[in-house]
């Protein structure tokens, strides 16, 4: 039996992520490309079509926390169990995330770099915290960290589930909206020109969640309409985003290229082992995905 890691690395990383999991798990053989042997996947968002070939594939560790485009993957049976990625240390540097984009809209430093590429000395009028009040979307492990982090900062903070009743209602009293659902059948293009719309005027939108919560005309359309203040993007339908698109240039957006929170292979490594050292020992996994629930 054999252990396959694979998917889509930065340069080096495929190495440490090799190293840590040899050094969690002595006893186990690794391998990088697909074959008879394997009986466990490593994945890091891989492309669709990269699971074929594994006749003997019984579990799927996901070293990312979102797996929308594993469950899109029709090449990858129902059957097998996938297990998320959850990461403490991910979820710290998502709640940096959110805590930067949010402050920068408080205290308009946003603004300020726009005004510096034109050399326009303005100062505003400066906001407590407590003044912007921020709705933060998704109550998972993600959505809890930020919204703890907001509060300890002073934020006013509301969290809403899916499972706490219709989202526009909540929308009217949020300066700040930020999304941190899972990508699934029903959250799919959430962001769409109603729920935008829905949005107090002058609010902000930050999205460290899926391109694909957010139709991007109406995002668009509503910046550009001055309905909403400013949008903070970490995640776009397509990735890298396209040289040609509108958000690159757009003076009420600032973009982040997919970095609001990557998994940290120092703390997850470990994480992923003891989810396959339970495997191995027939006990209960963790964090393992409903698929019909879609995360
Ligand atoms: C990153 O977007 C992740 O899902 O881990």
């Given at each position: 039996m054999s252990i396959l890691l694979t998917g889509r690395f930065d340069a080096g990383e495929r190495d440490e992520w090799l190293a840590l999991l040899r050094a969690e798990l002595p006893g186990e053989t690794f391998v990088l490309e697909p074959g008879e042997t394997v009986d466990i996947a490593v994945v890091a968002n891989p492309p669709a079509g990269a699971l074929q070939g594994l006749p003997r594939l019984a579990l799927i560790q996901s070293l990312w926390a979102g797996v929308d485009k594993l469950l899109a993957d029709a090449s990858?049976?129902?059957?097998?169990?996938?297990?998320?990625?959850?990461?403490?240390?991910?979820?710290?540097?998502?709640?940096?995330?959110?805590?930067?984009?949010?402050?920068?809209?408080?205290?308009?430093?946003?603004?300020?770099?726009?005004?510096?590429?034109?050399?326009?000395?303005?100062p505003h009028p400066q906001?407590?915290?407590?003044?912007?009040?921020?709705?933060?979307?998704?109550?998972?492990?993600?959505?809890?960290?930020?919204?703890?982090?907001?509060?300890?900062?002073?934020?006013?903070?509301?969290?809403?589930?899916?499972?706490?009743?219709?989202?526009?209602?909540?929308?009217a009293d949020a300066a700040v909206v930020?999304?941190?659902?899972?990508?699934?059948?029903?959250?799919?293009?959430?962001?769409?020109?109603?729920?935008?719309?829905?949005?107090?005027?002058?609010?902000?939108?930050?999205?460290?969640?899926?391109?694909?919560h957010v139709v991007d005309a109406a995002l668009l359309a509503a910046l550009d309409a001055g309905?909403?203040?400013?949008?903070?993007?970490?995640?776009?339908?397509?990735?890298?985003?396209?040289?040609?698109?509108?958000?690159?240039?757009?003076?009420?957006?600032?973009?982040?290229?997919?970095?609001?929170?990557?998994?940290?292979?120092?703390?997850?490594?470990?994480?992923a082992a003891a989810n396959l050292k339970r495997f191995r020992a027939g006990a209960p996994l963790e964090h393992l995905v409903n698929r019909a629930r879609g995360y």
């Open positions: 990858i049976p129902a059957q097998i169990p996938i297990a998320r990625m959850v990461d403490p240390a991910m979820n710290e540097a998502m709640a940096e995330t959110a805590l930067w984009a949010v402050l920068s809209l408080q205290r308009d430093f946003f603004d300020y770099a726009r005004q510096q590429a034109a050399a326009s000395w303005q906001r407590r915290a407590d003044e912007l009040p921020v709705l933060v979307l998704g109550r998972g492990q993600m959505g809890t960290t930020v919204a703890r982090r907001l509060a300890a900062n002073g934020f006013h903070v509301v969290a809403w589930g899916s499972r706490d009743g219709p989202l526009h209602a909540r929308l930020i999304n941190l659902l899972p990508l699934t059948p029903a959250t799919r293009g959430i962001f769409d020109a109603a729920t935008l719309a829905a949005m107090r005027p002058g609010a902000s939108l930050v999205n460290l969640a899926r391109g694909a309905h909403l203040r400013h949008a903070v993007l970490d995640v776009f339908h397509q990735e890298p985003l396209p040289r040609e698109h509108r958000y690159w240039s757009h003076p009420k957006v600032t973009l982040l290229p997919h970095v609001a929170a990557a998994t940290d292979a120092r703390s997850a490594a470990a994480v």
